[in-house]
């Protein structure tokens, strides 16, 4: 594995932003702000990936962007793309004013986490990343 130290600079990055909305989720509001962070950990895991694999990497917030890249390297990583799915909206939507409707409440957020959980467990395991010591 290549740029190792720059892979871990990810992963903790990643694992910072899903800290932070994990333990947010005990507040009664700021619900969209959560989901947010945890597409930002999602994202951050992907390019931990791309950088540790060498592939293409591009400075995007696209999380299917993201996975297509990663695709190359693990074909399996098909595993979560409909978390991916689920997360991707969250950039903008939670972001900017848009003219949808949304709707962030405790519901989604944790679903937010369960996704951005499953795409962290993927990641870190795909690099060998052990959890009692990473």
Known sequence: MQNEE??????????GDFGFASSSLKLENYFAQIC??????AEKYLKS???????????VHNL???LEVCREKEPRIEEIEEDCRYLNPFYIDTRYPVH?????DKEIAIKARDSAGKIRKWVKNSLGYDERKN
């Open 36 to 41: 947010f962070h945890f597409q930002q950990a």
């Open 6 to 15: 720059i892979v871990k600079e990810w992963i903790e990055k990643a694992e």
């Open 64 to 66: 299917l962007e993201l």
């Open 49 to 59: 990936f791309i950088i540790a694999n060498e592939l293409k990497f591009r400075p």
């Open 100 to 104: 949808w409707p949304t709707r962030y």
